[in-house]
Structures are given as C-alpha cells and as structure tokens.
C-alpha cells in the first residue's frame, strides 16, 4: 500500500508528465479524486485527457511526476492497479465475432468474477444492456447505443471500485448519451469513482467535479455550478439580425473580452456591465444591424471553458 | 502467470477462429489440398517422354535400340523421320522433349565391334526433367551395348540400390516435406493476424488495462495455434501415409516431437510479424515475404548441398531446413534422436531464441 494517498483518495496525481519526442502531452497536471465521486475530465481533443487516462490506467509510462489509483502505485504496482479498475474506452472494444454473452463470459473469466458470482452477473449485464432476448446475438450486428452500454457492463462486470471512462459516449446522438449516463448513475450508486473524460459540455453537468484541461494543462477544478459562478465577468446574450456581423463588430469594440457565435445568438464577454449595456446597441445602430434583443445570462460551461482558457493566456486547441 | 486468464483467452481463439466457417476450410481442408498438389503435380519422377526418332539405320538393331526405350516406360515415341531437322523443329516446337538420332552405320558398325554411336538430343531449357531423362537413357544404351556387344562384359559394372527410398519414388521424398511448409504457414499466419486484430479493432488495450499479463497474452495468443499445428500434421501425415502410401519407417511420436520444436519457430516469427505490422494487411504481406525465402532456402523443393556455399551457411539458421531434415529421417530411414541429435538441438534452439526474442519485444510494445 503506498503511504501518499489518504484512504478516501481513490485516484491522485502528482505532477504527471508525458513527453512524446518535442511535443507535452500532459504538462505537470495534479489533482485528487475523492472516493465515490463522478470526475469529469473536460477539454477539446488534444488537450491530453486521453494520455492522462492512460498513464493511469497502466498502458503509458509517465515521463516523470507520480500517480496511485485506489491507493497503489500506478508504476510500481501496476497489477494492483488493474485488478482494481474498470476501463472503457472512445474505441469500442468488444469483441465483434462473439456474441453478447460469449463477450461476457470471456471477461467474467478474465477479471476473475467468482465462479458462483457470474451466472448473476451475467443476467444484470444483459439486463442494464437491454440485451436479454438478444443474448447470442454477435455483438458486432448490435447498434453503436447498446454496443456501449454492453461495453460498459462488461467493464464493471468485476464491480470494481473505479471505472475510467474516455470519452464514451463518442459518437452517439443526445439521447442514448442521456440513458449512458443514467446508466453510470445505477452502477455508481453503489460508490463506485468515475472517472471520465468528455468534449460534450453537457455532459459535464453530470459530474460532481469538472477538470478543465487545455494543451496538456489543468486550468481549472470545482464543481461545475462553482466554476459557473467564478467566471465573474458579465456574460450578455445578443439577439440580432446578422450575427456574423455583429461579432466582426464587437470583437473590435474596446471593453470587450470576447465575441462569439452561440447558436444563432452571440455571446459576448464584457469587462463593465454598464458601459457594455450603454456602448453595444449604440454601436449596432450605427453599423445599420438591428437588435432584438440584449439579456445578462449566467454562463454556460462552454463559456466558463472559454474564459479560462483566455486567463490561462492560450487559445483552446481544435 | 496465471492458468486461468491463459484458459480465457485461449478458448476465445478458438471461438474466434471458427466463428468464421471458412477458417475451417483454411485450417484443415487447404494443407489437404497442398499435399495433394505436391503429391501428384510436383514430381520429379519422368515418365513417357515425348522422344522423336531418327532412324537412319532402319535395321532390326536400330529397331530394338528404340524398343528398348519404350519398354523401358521413361520415353514414349511422338514422332519418327529420316531428317535430323525434323528432330530439331520437334524439340523447338516441344512436341518432343528428347530426339534420338541412330547413324547409317549403327548396325554394322555395332556387327563388327568398332563399337556404335547413337545421338541424343535434349530439351535443355527443362534441365530437370532433361537431366533425368539423360541418366536413363544412358543406361538403356549401355545395357543395349553389352547384350548386343558380343558378350564382353565392362570392366566394372555399376550395380545400383538405393537404400532408404528403393523405388526412388519424388513423392516418398516430397510429401513428408509437405508438412513441415504446411504448419510453418499455419503458425505465422494465424499468430501474426491474431495479434494485429486485435491491435487494429483497439481490444489490445482493453485486455492490457485487465490483469493479463504480458506473458498470459503470448501464451494465449500461441498455444491455440500450436494445437491447430499440431493437428495439421497430424492430418497431413494421415494423407500421406494412407492416401499415398509413403512409408513411415520411424516414430510418429518422435515426428510429433520434432513438429512441436518447429513450430516454436513458427510461432515466434508469427509474434515478431505482429510487432512490425500495424494492419492486418501489413501482417498478411510480411508473412508471405518471410515464407518465400523460407521455403526456398528449406531443401523442401533444390537440395541444400547443390546451393551456392553462402546460401548453404544460410539454410543453417532456417528452421524448415532442420525440420525437413529431422521428417524425411523419420519417414524414409526410420532414423532416432542419436541420429538426429544435432538438428534436434538446433531446431529447439531456434525455436526459443526467435520466440524469446520475439516475446521480449511484443512486452516492450504492450507493456
């Protein structure tokens, strides 16, 4: 057992780093997840969330700094380790020739499920998945949803106490994004630590703690509402006639800290809510653009992650 | 390393392989079919030879010179002419492989004892068939010349046996070799493909986040094909010995010992494939690149001791070359271990060292 976590540490990270030749995957970025919390993992693609999962999870050797995940030593002791999580990954990783049930069978068998244990197991994995009357079908033939949720059962087919997650709901519509993540719900209510990774911003309101990672860097944690509430510079949506326009317009304008498109609407970022509210439909006017409609809104995580990468002095990676 | 993963992932090969049902055909039905080509197709035995005569003697000895030949059962008579450029456009136009061109004088000179001369015209361009062709009829013409030489007997007279395959039958000596390039095949193929899928699909990192280790995933990924190895000699030596009827004067148990020390090669070279490609595709190219030169270096289809010295040396690190030595000992001379001893060693030694290294570097790559 390593001494460095406390026990209600479940995932730690101190000064991780990983070099690949030239290029910072991930630049000295520490944290601590508490036991039983959902851990959002938050950034663009690029940012280093996939490599930091992998240095944790055992299939990347850090270039320097140290982690421990359910109290054990992510280099030292890297058998613990696997013993002790659940992995998921963006890549579904199934077996496509095997049928559902031979899929779980086969990592019942691997992560050592009591033999007395798994018949039950199996049941509630087919259950969760929707896959009981379907349960010698290949796995390949089943739509991308419920491939997902059959990867994520057979991921906690062992019930571990940690489940690293990236980015798994890549690529699935809204909805069978939300039933994904009331399905983490069900297996974590148990206590389970998740920890997962994501560049949907909404499913970032799921989680109890967000990281915000950018180019290799952590640049903010806290909860989501407490990350909302500390973007403090005042946030006005803008409902115009030509919003292209008016964001060429307003990017130029003094005071403002940033413009941008938001659907059909824009956002703009104010350094003096006074001033913006007196200065923006002026200038508009002037410019000949109409405005319908100018309202104080609370920010989005989007815009949260805008505004700190901006404090953080570096453009988001696309 | 713990028995149980091992288990898991051996029984999800094969589940994996036979999913598909044309990988039985691959596995079982294509080494049958291999040995059935190179049992009839790939001869080198010579029979009926397309042979053009030209008789210009046209008398009783010239006639039985050329019955010999017949009789013999190696030529067969296409065609006959007074002009030895009718031979030539035969030969030019392979209607006829060999001509044979009998002088004016071949039976009187045969009558007086000055001793007669016939000339044979060979199709140098097949030199095997043309060399085999040419040691018959050499002999067919001597054999001619001492009943019809006045009963002088040569000097010395070349009595022949050949010991371990008397009938010097190709196929005795051929289709146990089969077998050796048969499971070769096998054990690179389907290591390296099983490997790289799972690579390409993004399983590979699912199973290396579990507690398989890197040695449970070496071992699950070769011992299946070790068994489908094992199982293809078995089948094949079952053609060979009921189908075409090649003795098996040795041990199959020792042919089944040696089979496994050779697929330990198979299988590490197999392993090596699937470090160095990242595709399926890629695997499937490499392992036909290594197996050409393999099979080419192996003695399976031109003897070692008639390879130019460099080659020779290099046949000593090709496993297929000891293995086939090791099988036809086995098959044709019932030869044992204390015969053997030295390719033994070296197939073993072969097989861990290219397993091992192969094995050390596929856990540098996933661990």
């Given at each position: 057992m390593s001494a460095q976590a406390p026990n209600d540490i479940a995932v730690a990270a101190q000064e991780l780093t990983r070099v690949f030749g030239s290029f910072t995957a991930v630049d000295r970025v520490s944290f601590a997840v508490r036991r039983g919390e959902i851990f959002g993992f938050l950034g663009p693609n690029g940012a280093g969330k996939t490599t930091t999962i992998k240095m944790l999870t055992g299939l990347l050797a850090p270039s320097s700094g140290r982690g421990s995940v359910a109290g054990y030593d992510i280099g030292a002791q890297s058998e613990m380790v696997k013993r002790n999580i659940g992995y998921m990954s963006q890549l579904f990783s199934l077996y496509a020739d095997l049928t559902v049930e031979e899929n779980i069978a086969f990592f019942s068998?691997?992560?050592?499920?009591?033999?007395?244990?798994?018949?039950?197991?199996?049941?509630?994995?087919?259950?969760?998945?929707?896959?009981?009357?379907?349960?010698?079908?290949?796995?390949?033939?089943?739509?991308?949803?419920?491939?997902?949720?059959?990867?994520?059962?057979?991921?906690?087919?062992?019930?571990?106490?940690?489940?690293?997650?990236?980015?798994?709901?890549?690529?699935?519509?809204?909805?069978?994004?939300?039933?994904?993540?009331?399905?983490?719900?069900?297996?974590?209510?148990?206590?389970?630590?998740?920890?997962?990774?994501?560049?949907?911003?909404?499913?970032?309101?799921?989680?109890?703690?967000?990281?915000?990672?950018?180019?290799?860097?952590?640049i903010a944690l806290d909860a989501p509402a407490r990350l909302r509430a500390a973007a403090t510079e005042p946030l006005f949506e803008l409902k115009t006639d030509d919003s292209l326009k008016t964001v060429k317009l307003l990017q130029r304008m003094a005071g403002v800290r940033e413009a941008a498109m938001y659907g059909r609407a824009v956002h703009v970022a104010v350094a003096d809510r006074a001033q913006a509210r007196a200065e923006i439909p002026r200038r508009l006017k002037q410019e000949g653009v109409a405005l319908h409609g100018m309202d104080e809104i609370a920010p989005s995580l989007e815009d949260v992650f805008v505004f700190r990468v901006r404090e953080a002095g570096g453009a988001p990676v696309d | 390393m713990n028995p149980g993963r091992v288990w898991e992932m051996v029984r999800k090969e094969f589940l994996q392989l036979f999913r598909d049902p044309r990988m039985w055909r691959v596995v079982f039905i294509a080494p049958v079919i291999q040995l059935l080509v190179f049992g009839y197709a790939v001869s080198t035995d010579i029979k009926e030879t397309a042979t053009f005569?030209?008789?210009?003697?046209?008398?009783?000895?010239?006639?039985?010179?050329?019955?010999?030949?017949?009789?013999?059962?190696?030529?067969?008579?296409?065609g006959r002419s007074q002009r030895p450029a009718d031979a030539v456009r035969a030969l030019d136009r392979e209607e006829a492989l060999v001509g044979l061109v009998i002088p004016v004088d071949f039976a009187e000179r045969l009558r007086d004892g000055r001793g007669a001369a016939v000339q044979l015209l060979l199709d140098g361009s097949q030199s095997n068939t043309a060399t085999v062709a040419q040691g018959y009829a050499e002999r067919?013409?001597?054999?001619?010349?001492?009943?019809?030489?006045?009963?002088?007997?040569?000097?010395?007279?070349?009595?022949?046996?050949?010991?371990?395959?008397?009938?010097?039958?190709?196929?005795?000596?051929?289709?146990?070799?089969?077998?050796?390039?048969?499971?070769?095949?096998?054990?690179?193929?389907?290591?390296?493909?099983?490997?790289?899928?799972?690579?390409?699909?993004?399983?590979?990192?699912?199973?290396?986040?579990?507690?398989?280790?890197?040695?449970?995933?070496i071992a699950g990924k070769t011992v299946p094909f070790a068994i489908i190895g094992l199982a293809d000699v078995l089948l094949v030596t079952a053609a060979a010995l009921f189908w075409f009827r090649v003795?098996?004067?040795?041990?199959?148990?020792l042919l089944m010992f040696a089979s496994l020390l050779f697929i330990l090669s198979g299988?590490?070279?197999?392993?090596?494939?699937?470090?160095?490609?990242k595709t399926q595709q890629e695997a499937f190219m490499t392992t036909f690149l290594v197996f050409m030169p393999t099979i080419l270096l192996s003695g399976l289809m031109f003897p070692v001791s008639s390879m130019p010295e460099l080659f020779q040396w290099l046949t000593l690190a090709n496993p297929m070359r000891h293995y086939l030595e090791i099988v036809r000992g086995i098959f044709l001379k019932g030869a044992g271990v204390t015969a053997m001893w030295v390719q033994f060693l070296t197939l073993f030694a072969l097989g861990a060292g290219v397993l091992g290294f192969a094995a050390s570097r596929f856990r540098k790559q996933v661990g």
């Open positions: 068998g691997l992560y050592h499920v009591p033999r007395e244990k798994r018949a039950a197991r199996r049941d509630w994995v087919l259950e969760v998945a929707g896959l009981t009357d379907r349960r010698t079908r290949l796995t390949g033939e089943l739509p991308l949803g419920i491939k997902q949720r059959l990867a994520l059962g057979c991921a906690v087919l062992h019930e571990p106490p940690i489940l690293f997650l990236d980015e798994p709901t890549s690529g699935v519509d809204p909805l069978s994004r939300r039933r994904f993540w009331d399905l983490i719900y069900t297996l974590t209510a148990g206590g389970t630590t998740v920890f997962v990774s994501t560049h949907y911003m909404e499913e970032a309101e799921y989680c109890h703690r967000l990281a915000l990672m950018n180019r290799g860097k952590l | 005569v030209v008789d210009h003697s046209g008398t009783r000895a010239s006639r039985e010179l050329v019955e010999a030949f017949t009789a013999s059962g190696y030529f067969r008579v296409v067919i013409v001597q054999n001619f010349g001492v009943r019809h030489g006045g009963g002088a007997a040569p000097a010395v007279d070349l009595r022949e046996r050949a010991w371990f395959n008397p009938s010097l039958a190709s196929r005795n000596y051929n289709v146990p070799a089969v077998a050796g390039a048969i499971i070769f095949l096998v054990c690179l193929l389907l290591t390296a493909l099983a490997v790289v899928r799972e690579r390409e699909i993004g399983t590979l990192e699912q199973l290396m986040v579990s507690p398989l280790t890197a040695a449970e995933l003795p098996l004067v040795g041990s199959l148990a299988l590490g070279i197999g392993l090596l494939i699937s470090t160095v490609s």
